[in-house]
Nanobody
Framework: QVQLVESGGGLVQAGGSLRLSCAAS????????MGWYRQAPGKQRELVAR???????NYADSVKGRFTISRDNAKNTVYLQMNSLKPEDTSVYYC??????????????WGQGTQVTVSS
């Protein structure tokens, strides 16, 4: 019912930037807690950034100062602006939602993921 579709991934050189987008449908978007997670090969999926329905924001220590999460409720979209990218940021990035805004981390809804590759 609730669907998340990521876009904006790609290949970028170290130090470059990408902006990921996640479009949500089938939900009252403003009520959703939203987040970005990533999973590299052989690694556990980890929280990158989260923005709750009430506006609170959390970042992984590894991306603080480099990544910015934001949302546009009118467009039913959450963004992840990624600057100063490092090879270790290479991963599949997944959009995540808690449609009930309960603060579940992760929420129960996932996008299919978008590949981000950072070359050295």
């Amino acid at each position: 019912q609730v669907q998340l579709v990521e876009s904006g991934g790609g290949l970028v050189q170290a130090g470059g930037s990408l902006r990921l987008s996640c479009a949500a449908s089938g939900t009252i978007f403003s009520r959703n807690d939203m987040g970005w997670y990533r999973q590299a090969p052989g690694k556990q999926r980890e929280l990158v950034a989260r923005i709750a329905s009430g506006g609170s924001i959390n970042y992984a220590d590894s991306v603080k100062g480099r990544f910015t999460i934001s949302r546009d409720n009118a467009k039913n979209t959450v963004y992840l602006q990624m600057n100063s990218l490092k090879p270790e940021d290479t991963s599949v990035y997944y959009c995540n939602a808690d449609p009930l805004g309960l603060g579940r981390r992760p929420g129960p809804v996932w996008g299919q993921g978008t590949q981000v590759t950072v070359s050295s």
